[in-house]
């Protein structure tokens, strides 16, 4: 390998660990891509792009609308990257006004992009390393603004186009996409392959999303029909989709236990306070933070030592932040379960286990009687199989010689 070989691969290797990484979570505080909490409690989603990505706006908005998205169509017919009228599309973003807030961006541009560029007073023809550089820079704008936005971005790549000529241009554009779409940590969604035929050429026809074959391009080669557009589109509902499941679940963090137990568990977490007014509770969440902390202690304790001889043993006793302290003593006035209280717990398979309550208070003689869910009947009969005793004359008693008979 030649060293201009090796300084090209070392550059792209640190400028791959330099890049911000595909999750949002190093702008954010959330792990998953999309914001567990718009500001609306609805998600908005712009739609950037040139007048193939037009044909997505109907398909998107119908099938997103389910999921409490709304769709706003701002592509423009014959606005690319390669404009050379001073119209850029991150100038566009960028004038949004701030009222305009939006969570997801689905960008897909690039349709009318096979021209050339004029560069200060000279023109650039595609493909060329000064027009790749000028394309690449837009690129990196219109992420940027979108970025500044703190919009969760979904760039969809160009379909395959016929010709040979409008084929190898288009995969030049998807590869400058993809590259820095990747490296500016926003989700690169591919749509080459959903457009060819059994041999990876371009086809007008194929199957739409239910697997019918279908018109999927028009007669211009370029863009798409309905189906074709509702093809595309399913790509990017997919994926937002997935995210949008991850971003609930960040959302709705479940407590351990069925809605009975999480339902106790959520009464028995905040100190006690008259009435239930917002008031109220603020007054009692402020009681936690008077409670002062107590410092870890130490103390000694008279204990058999190592020959059996009685020795000192120093126990020591962690700091307790007041907060606890505040809990416990809150706790004490707080009325206690009743005794055998049974909550149900769904289990697969359409099998339910009844767990029950027992207090802490001693001398309870029927916490004697407590045993372990392992060991309870519907425990042992419903989840491990295992056959009950039976009692002898029953029906399910086979024993022989029969009891009493």
Do not use: C
Not at 44 to 54: C, E, I, K
Not at 80 to 100: N, Y
Not at 217 to 246: M, P, Y
Not at 276 to 298: F, H, M, N, R, W
Request: charged share 20%; aromatic share 6%.
């Amino acid at each position: 390998m030649h060293a201009r070989e090796v300084l090209a691969a070392l550059l792209t290797a640190l400028a791959l660990a330099a890049a911000p990484g595909p999750a949002r979570a190093a702008e954010s505080n959330y792990a998953s891509y999309i914001t567990p909490f718009p500001a609306t409690d609805r998600y908005r989603l712009y739609l950037f792009g040139d007048s193939l990505a037009a044909g997505l706006a109907p398909p998107l908005t119908a099938d997103l609308a389910p999921q409490s998205i709304e769709v706003i169509n701002k592509t423009a017919p014959g606005l690319g990257l390669a404009r050379s009228d001073g119209t850029e599309w991150d100038k566009l973003i960028d004038t949004l006004p701030p009222s305009e807030s939006f969570q997801i961006a689905v960008v897909m541009i690039g349709a009318d992009d096979r021209a050339a560029m004029k560069l200060a007073k000279q023109w650039a023809a595609p493909g060329t390393p000064v027009w790749q550089q000028e394309y690449t820079r837009r690129i990196d704008a219109v992420l940027k603004a979108l970025r500044g936005r703190k919009a969760a971005i979904y760039w969809l790549g160009l379909p395959i186009m016929r010709g040979p000529l409008a084929t190898a241009s288009v995969k030049n554009l998807n590869g400058l996409f993809l590259e820095r779409v990747q490296l500016n940590g926003a989700k690169y969604l591919e749509s080459w392959n959903s457009f060819v035929d059994a041999d990876g050429a371009y086809a007008d026809f194929g199957p739409d999303v239910t697997g019918v074959v279908k018109q999927l391009r028009l007669q211009d080669g370029v863009h798409t029909t309905i189906a074709g557009s509702q093809k595309l589109a399913s790509l990017i509902e997919r994926e937002i989709g997935h995210d949008l499941a991850i971003a609930k679940r960040e959302r709705d963090v479940p407590l351990a236990g069925d809605e009975g137990e999480q339902q106790n568990v959520r009464d028995a977490s905040l100190p006690r306070a008259e009435g239930s007014s917002a008031a109220a509770i603020g007054s009692a969440l402020k009681s936690v933070k008077k409670v002062k902390d107590y410092p870890a202690d130490d103390g000694s304790i008279v204990a058999p030592g190592a020959d059996g001889a009685p020795a000192n043993i120093t126990i020591v006793r962690p700091p307790i932040p007041g907060a606890v302290v505040a809990q416990i003593l809150s706790s004490r006035n707080a009325p206690q379960q009743e005794l055998g209280h049974t909550m149900p717990t769904d289990l697969k398979g359409g099998f339910t286990v009844l767990s029950s309550i027992a207090t802490s208070l001693e001398g309870n003689a029927k916490l004697k009687q407590h045993i372990p869910l392992t060991e309870n009947p519907f425990y042992k009969l419903l989840i491990r199989g295992d056959g009950l005793p039976p009692r002898p004359g029953r029906v399910d008693d086979f024993s022989w010689p029969r009891a009493g008979g």
